[in-house]
């Protein structure tokens, strides 16, 4: 079944050629013992490592089941050494960091037999070599004769054809290795063994055929192998491969026996992750804060519809193809713009229509103002007195306006207002109120006024009809105040509930503290618009109140005109819409859906909004994220270093695994496998590194958290994202692997031979 036809095999040693065999010829049977003598350096081992796949000639031919073996590749030597090759080293050879359980298992695994039945065969195999309670422990737990027995177990589960044992005996006492000579007597009866010895005693006592070699030749045969003898059939080699899981395994038992270095070479690496972390979680945190303040800004800034714009009748040049600052002798003239003109906004019934049925959930409100005089009177101090309407401000209605106030207000006493007579009051985070509001109210001046009190005051709002009067050609202001005061057609306005803006909003600068709903306006103009003194002021080209002319014939005069008519209540369009976002994402598609409107409509037809937020918006995200990816930028150095690192260390491990890389071979290991296992000791490398390093960064949030509060009253500012934290894992995994990536590569080519020599 193994024939060695003319083989020869010489090493070089800088300059000079040493010759190790010269034109062995040999045949050997399927089931014999035989022993190769000889003295050392006579070309013993080099043969054995040849007839194993482990060393290669470099002429003649080595026939195994009468298949030629000069064409093999690497892949073929693998699956060679796996399924017809079991090894018994003198120096045993066991893997220390695993049990012996496990070293029996490792060449089951490389054939791909699954776990129950790999561990069942090795089990059993350990208790025939007399090893059934020692299965879990490790090799160094064992003496000399055990450790060789769990070798020979080794060499036996997959059930090779062949058995080569290089001096199985040489460290062994002579006890022992009569035990350790009995056994692989036994296996002979069944299998080719073929070992090599210096002990012309136990070959002659339990060897059926004896080699002697000298200075690389064959000196003698005891029973040489007739050509009549054997029937060769053609053998085919089954493909090896080790799972990434078995690579895990090896990997991982590997670090536990270096648990110190472990944890210091992952902590090192970890501290560029634990920087990323903290800076990520500070950029998490100042978005949060960053939000809460553009709401608070796009409550002042929302985007703007006015019912007016300009527009200028030539554009103006941006000559982008000239050069700035330019050293030349001669001016360029240029076309002067026009005046510009104000537009009208064509804001209608469609287009409030469809602003109603925008998605309330990108919108925290509406507001809708009209140019219309509130005619409002109150008794103050026994007196009834006409009032500024500039004390009452309408809240943002429409879709988001209770979804607005209980977002950013506490309500301290009575109920949000919700009809066209009712009012709200608000007060600052001192509870402070002004002294006019006060006054408005009817209400004494004191140093503090009850919630109760307030609750309930009132203030009248008179309707056209009554509030004016005409006297000749023009109208006047009724002075009989006193009756206007007491008729029942006058809507009393009660304050019905005290507001408060949030601890979180208190940066909202708010000016207004006497807030009305948008029903009230609508109202008024309802009662308003078929007035007296509007239809009086349709049909003249003067102020009917003022007296003041309007130029018919002009857009300026009609544009007075209709603007006093809008005061008078006469206009139900808005003269401006103002809609705040939730944030600066529901901006955004707030502006599609008024593109959408606009979509497909004549210039003239479109509607023009100013977005005030955008530069801040743009601004404020563009300096964070800049800040934020500096930062990173200085931590991801650490990263680098740290994979620097990983590829150092890696490389150590590889010289200390050479004897392991050279066993892993021997049992018919790939070079891709043993890639693999480095890979795999990388990988667990970085993943420790990922998880020790997002662990003390989310220990370092807690002092982090605590400093910021007291610097700066803002809670949680650094928060991690579980998003990132997973994402810096993976980062963590990936540079190891590659800062592995060429030790790796360096231990998969090192040459079994070698590596079985190391120390």
């Given at each position: 079944?193994?024939?060695?036809?003319?083989?020869?095999?010489?090493?070089?040693?800088?300059?000079?050629?040493?010759?190790?065999?010269?034109?062995?010829?040999?045949?050997?049977?399927?089931?014999?013992?035989?022993?190769?003598?000889?003295?050392?350096?006579?070309?013993?081992?080099?043969?054995?490592?040849?007839?194993?796949?482990?060393?290669?000639?470099?002429?003649?031919?080595?026939?195994?089941?009468?298949?030629?073996?000069?064409?093999?590749?690497?892949?073929?030597?693998?699956?060679?050494?796996?399924?017809?090759?079991?090894?018994?080293?003198?120096?045993?050879?066991?893997?220390?960091?695993?049990?012996?359980?496990?070293?029996?298992?490792?060449?089951?695994?490389?054939?791909?037999?699954?776990?129950?039945?790999?561990?069942?065969?090795?089990?059993?195999?350990?208790?025939?070599?007399?090893?059934?309670?020692?299965?879990?422990?490790?090799?160094?737990?064992?003496?000399?004769?055990?450790?060789?027995?769990?070798?020979?177990?080794?060499?036996?589960?997959?059930?090779?054809?062949?058995?080569?044992?290089?001096?199985?005996?040489?460290?062994?006492?002579?006890?022992?290795?009569?035990?350790?000579?009995?056994?692989?007597?036994?296996?002979?009866?069944?299998?080719?063994?073929?070992?090599?010895?210096?002990?012309?005693?136990?070959?002659?006592?339990?060897?059926?055929?004896?080699?002697?070699?000298?200075?690389?030749?064959?000196?003698?045969?005891?029973?040489?192998?007739?050509?009549?003898?054997?029937?060769?059939?053609?053998?085919?080699?089954?493909?090896?491969?080790?799972?990434?899981?078995?690579?895990?395994?090896?990997?991982?038992?590997?670090?536990?026996?270096?648990?110190?270095?472990?944890?210091?070479?992952?902590?090192?690496?970890?501290?560029?992750?634990?920087?990323?972390?903290?800076?990520?979680?500070?950029?998490?945190?100042?978005?949060?804060?960053?939000?809460?303040?553009?709401?608070?800004?796009?409550?002042?800034?929302?985007?703007?519809?006015?019912?007016?714009?300009?527009?200028?009748?030539?554009?103006?040049?941006?000559s982008s193809e000239l050069e700035e600052y330019p050293n030349i002798g001669y001016a360029i003239p240029?076309?002067?713009?026009?005046?510009?003109?104000?537009?009208?906004?064509?804001?209608?019934?469609?287009?409030?229509?469809?602003?109603?049925?925008?998605?309330?959930?990108?919108?925290?409100?509406?507001?809708?103002?009209?140019?219309?005089?509130?005619?409002?009177?109150?008794?103050?101090?026994?007196?009834?007195?006409?009032?500024?309407?500039?004390?009452?401000?309408?809240?943002?209605?429409?879709?988001?306006?209770?979804?607005?106030?209980?977002?950013?207000?506490?309500?301290?006493?009575?109920?949000?207002?919700?009809?066209?007579?009712?009012?709200?009051?608000?007060?600052?985070?001192?509870?402070?109120?002004?002294?006019?509001?006060?006054?408005?109210?009817?209400?004494?001046?004191?140093?503090?006024?009850?919630?109760?009190?307030?609750?309930?005051?009132?203030?009248?709002?008179?309707?056209?009809?009554?509030?004016?009067?005409?006297?000749?050609?023009?109208?006047?202001?009724?002075?009989?105040?006193?009756?206007?005061?007491?008729?029942?057609?006058?809507?009393?306005?009660?304050?019905?509930?005290?507001?408060?803006?949030?601890?979180?909003?208190?940066?909202?600068?708010?000016?207004?503290e006497l807030y009305y709903t948008n029903a009230l306006p609508s109202y008024v103009m309802q009662k308003?618009?078929?007035?007296?003194?509007?239809?009086?002021?349709?049909?003249?080209?003067?102020?009917?109140?003022?007296?003041?002319?309007?130029?018919?014939?002009?857009?300026?005069?009609?544009?007075?005109?209709?603007?006093?008519?809008?005061?008078?209540?006469?206009?139900?369009?808005?003269?401006?819409?103002?809609?705040?976002?939730?944030?600066?994402?529901?901006?955004?598609?707030?502006?599609?859906?008024?593109?959408?409107?606009?979509?497909?409509?004549?210039?003239?037809?479109?509607?023009?909004?100013?977005?005030?937020?955008?530069?801040?918006?743009?601004s404020s995200q563009n300096i964070m994220d800049a800040i934020t990816m500096v930062l990173v930028a200085?931590?991801?150095?650490?990263?680098?270093?740290?994979?620097?690192?990983?590829?150092?260390?890696?490389?150590?491990?590889?010289?200390?695994?050479?004897?392991?890389?050279?066993?892993?071979?021997?049992?018919?290991?790939?070079?891709?496998?043993?890639?693999?296992?480095?890979?795999?000791?990388?990988?667990?490398?970085?993943?420790?590194?990922?998880?020790?390093?997002?662990?003390?960064?989310?220990?370092?949030?807690?002092?982090?958290?605590?400093?910021?509060?007291?610097?700066?009253?803002?809670?949680?500012?650094?928060?991690?994202?579980?998003?990132?934290?997973?994402?810096?894992?993976?980062?963590?995994?990936?540079?190891?692997?590659?800062?592995?990536?060429?030790?790796?590569?360096?231990?998969?080519?090192?040459?079994?031979?070698?590596?079985?020599?190391?120390?």
């Open positions: 079944m193994l024939e060695l036809k003319n083989i020869t095999k010489s090493y070089k040693t800088g300059n000079c050629k040493q010759i190790a065999l010269k034109n062995i010829q040999l045949k050997f049977r399927r089931h014999e013992f035989v022993v190769i003598l000889g003295p050392s350096g006579s070309g013993k081992t080099t043969l054995l490592n040849i007839m194993g796949g482990l060393d290669h000639f470099d002429a003649g031919d080595l026939i195994v089941e009468n298949q030629s073996t000069k064409k093999f590749k690497a892949k073929d030597w693998d699956a060679y050494r796996n399924h017809y090759i079991g090894f018994i080293f003198q120096n045993y050879h066991l893997i220390p960091s695993i049990s012996i359980l496990n070293n029996v298992l490792m060449g089951l695994t490389l054939r791909g037999i699954s776990a129950k039945k790999r561990k069942r065969m090795a089990k059993k195999m350990l208790e025939q070599v007399g090893l059934k309670d020692h299965i879990h422990k490790k090799p160094k737990e064992l003496s000399g004769g055990q450790m060789q027995r769990v070798a020979i177990a080794r060499a036996l589960v997959c059930n090779p054809n062949i058995i080569l044992a290089d001096e199985p005996t040489g460290a062994l006492d002579t006890k022992t290795s009569v035990q350790v000579m009995e056994l692989i007597k036994k296996i002979a009866k069944d299998k080719l063994v073929i070992m090599v010895t210096h002990n012309k005693e136990l070959a002659e006592r339990y060897a059926t055929r004896v080699i002697e070699m000298c200075d690389g030749t064959i000196v003698s045969d005891s029973n040489p192998v007739l050509e009549e003898e054997e029937n060769f059939t053609k053998g085919k080699f089954k493909r090896t491969s080790m799972h990434f899981l078995t690579a895990l395994h090896l990997s991982f038992h590997n670090l536990r026996t270096k648990k110190g270095r472990t944890f210091a070479i992952s902590f090192a690496s970890s501290i560029g992750i634990i920087g990323i972390a903290l800076i990520l979680s500070l950029s998490n945190g100042f978005n949060r804060q960053l939000k809460v303040f553009e709401q608070n800004t796009m409550a002042e800034m929302p985007i703007v519809i006015p019912n007016q714009i300009e527009e200028s009748s030539i554009q103006r040049e941006t240029k076309e002067t713009p026009q005046e510009v003109n104000i537009q009208p906004n064509p804001i209608n019934e469609e287009f409030l229509t469809t602003l109603k049925k925008i998605d309330s959930s990108i919108v925290s409100g509406i507001s809708y103002a009209y140019d219309i005089g509130l005619n409002l009177i109150n008794k103050i101090e026994g007196k009834v007195m006409p009032l500024d309407a500039s004390i009452l401000e309408s809240f943002p209605d429409c879709l988001g306006y209770e979804s607005f106030l209980n977002e950013k207000y506490d309500l301290l006493a009575g109920r949000m207002a919700k009809e066209k007579d009712e009012l709200l009051l608000a007060i600052d985070s001192k509870n402070q109120v002004q002294e006019d509001t006060i006054r408005a109210l009817g209400l004494q001046k004191e140093e503090t006024i009850s919630f109760e009190t307030i609750l309930g005051s009132t203030l009248k709002l008179v309707f056209n009809d009554s509030y004016y009067q005409k006297v000749g050609d023009f109208y006047r202001i009724n002075p009989d105040l006193d009756s206007l005061y007491e008729d029942k057609e006058t809507l009393t306005l009660k304050v019905v509930g005290i507001i408060r803006l949030k601890e979180e909003y208190k940066d909202y600068v708010d000016t207004a308003n618009k078929d007035s007296a003194i509007v239809k009086e002021q349709q049909k003249n080209d003067y102020n009917v109140l003022t007296g003041e002319t309007y130029d018919a014939t002009s857009e300026e005069g009609q544009a007075l005109k209709k603007q006093f008519l809008s005061f008078l209540g006469n206009e139900s369009i808005p003269y401006m819409i103002q809609i705040y976002p939730k944030d600066f994402s529901a901006k955004e598609k707030i502006v599609e859906y008024l593109d959408y409107y606009n979509e497909g409509k004549a210039i003239d037809k479109q509607i023009v909004y100013k977005d005030e937020a955008k530069d801040l918006s743009t200085f931590s991801a150095i650490s990263l680098f270093v740290s994979s620097i690192m990983i590829g150092i260390i890696m490389y150590i491990s590889v010289l200390e695994r050479t004897k392991e890389i050279g066993i892993l071979r021997s049992l018919g290991a790939r070079k891709k496998d043993i890639a693999r296992v480095f890979n795999a000791e990388a990988f667990l490398i970085g993943f420790a590194s990922g998880i020790l390093g997002i662990l003390i960064a989310k220990l370092l949030l807690i002092p982090i958290n605590s400093i910021f509060y007291h610097l700066t009253e803002l809670k949680n500012v650094a928060i991690l994202n579980s998003l990132h934290a997973s994402f810096l894992i993976l980062v963590s995994i990936g540079l190891t692997l590659i800062g592995g990536m060429i030790p790796a590569k360096i231990a998969s080519k090192k040459d079994p031979v070698e590596a079985l020599r190391s120390e």
